[in-house]
C-alpha cells in the first residue's frame, strides 16, 4: 500500500512568510536583511526559533549556515535529504528571493510532523550564509565554504564594502557556529526559487525545472587618474577616470546588444566617483562589473574582450586600471534524475512547466559540488526581483511548495 500523501500546511507557510518579511522592513517598503547585519541576525533568530518549535535539531556551523534537522527512520544511511536557500536580502528586497525555498523546507518538514510520520532519511532544512554576496563577496559563500569551494579561513577574513571582517560580525551576532562546514553531507539537494525573471509568466506556466544555472564572473574596476579643474582643463589634456568608467559601462552594453537572447548578460550595478564633486575632474572611479552567460566558452569570450578594452582604453586616456576578481562560476548542469523527479511532480500534480536554466546565482549550485542538486522555480510578476515590488502570487505559492513536498516524498519513497 503506498503511505498516504502528506499535506502541506498553505495557511502557516504564507503567514511564515510574510513574518519573515517584516524583519528589516524599510520604512519606504522592501525589507533588508544584508548578510550579518542586525537585521540578518533577527530574521535568523526567528527561523532558528520555528525550527526548533518543530523539534528539529539545530546545527550553526563556522561560516554561520543554520540547519534545522527532523531525524529519519534509518531506513537510507544517515545522509539527509537537504532542502535549502538563503535568507540574507539585497537593500530593499522583496520577501520571497531565498526566503520562500527555506520556509518551504520548513513547511515540508512540517507536513511529515503534523502526520506523525518519519521519512526513512533524515530531511535538513537549510539556510546559508551570504547568498546575496552584496556587503562581502564572493556571492554563495556560506554554500560554498560547505561544499569545500572556499577555505573556512578564506571566508571568516573577507573585507566587507564597509570595511568589517566577515568573521567579526559572525560572530558579533552570535552565529559563529562550531560545527565544521559539510559535515552536514546531504543525500541530495532541493532548492524552490522565485524565478526573479519572465519567462514563466510570460508563457503561462506554473513551474519552472530547473536543470542549469548560467555561469557568472563578477569584478571589481578601479581607475586611477588625475583630479584637476573641470572650467581650465582643456578635454585632451584630462586623465577623467569618471569617463572611463562610463566608457566601460558603454561598451559593455554595446558588447551585449548584438548577443542573441539567453546569451551574455552585463551589468554594473555599482559605480563611485572621488572626490566626488561637481567641478572636480575625478581621480578615481571604482565600479564593478557582473558577466553571466550559461555558456563557459562565451562567458570567458565576454571576459576577453572586456580586458582588451581595458588595456586600450588606459592607453588612450593616459589612466591606470586596476581589476580585481570578486566571483567566478562556471555554468552548472544540474542532476538529471532530480529534474526528472522535479518534472514527474509538477505532472503528477496537474501543473503546466517547462525546463529552463536560471539566471540568478543560487545555493544550489555550490552544492551541486558535493551532492546531486536541481531547482523548481515559480513565476515572478512582470519578472521583477532584488525590488520590493518582488511578487508571486500565494496560489502560485503554495503550488510551488507543493510540488517540492511532493519531489521529496517520492525521492524518499524511492530511496
Ligand atoms: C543572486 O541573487 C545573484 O546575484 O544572482
Ligand atoms: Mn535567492
Ligand atoms: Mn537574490
Known sequence: MPEPTLALDAARLLADIRALGAVGADPGGGRTRIALSDADQAGRDLLVRWMRELGLQVHIDRIGNVFGILPGSGGGDARPLMIGSHIDTVRHAGALDGCYGV????????????????????IAVAAFTNEEGVRYQPDMMGSLVFAGGLSLDAALATVGTDGT???????????????????????????LHIEQGPVLEAEGLQIGVVE???????????????????????????????????????????????????????????????????????????????????????????????ADFLVQLAEREGVVIETERLARFAPVVFDAGLADAIEASARRLGCTHRRMTSGA????????????????????????????????DDAQLVLGAQVLLDVVQHHLAAD
Open 361 to 392: 546565482g543560487h545555493d544550489a549550485q555550490m552544492v551541486a559540488r558535493i551532492a546531486p542538486a536541481a531547482m523548481i522555480f515559480v513565476p515572478s510578476q512582470g519578472g521583477i526581483s532584488h525590488n520590493p515590488r518582488e511578487h508571486t
Open 103 to 122: 520556509l518551504a523546507g520548513l513547511a515540508v518538514a512540517r507536513a511529515y510532523r503534523s502526520a506523525g510520520r518519519t521519512p526513512r532519511r533524515p
Open 212 to 306: 542549469r544555472l548560467q555561469g557568472i564572473s563578477w569584478q571589481r574596476i578601479t581607475v586611477h587618474g588625475t583630479a584637476n579643474h573641470a572650467g581650465t582643463t582643456p578635454t585632451r589634456l584630462r586623465h577623467d577616470a569618471g569617463y572611463a568608467a562610463c566608457a566601460v559601462v558603454a561598451f559593455l552594453r554595446e558588447q551585449v546588444a548584438s548577443a542573441a537572447p539567453g546569451s551574455t548578460l552585463a551589468t554594473t550595478g555599482s559605480l563611485r566617483l572621488a572626490p566626488d564633486l561637481i567641478n572636480v575632474i575625478p581621480r578615481q572611479a571604482t565600479f564593478t562589473v557582473d558577466l553571466r552567460d550559461p555558456d563557459e566558452a562565451r562567458l570567458q569570450a565576454a571576459e576577453q574582450q572586456l
Open 165 to 191: 571582517r566577515l568573521g567579526e560580525e559572525l560572530a558579533r551576532i552570535g552565529y559563529a557556529g562550531d560545527l565544521a562546514p559539510g559535515a552536514i553531507a546531504p543525500h541530495a539537494y532541493l532548492e
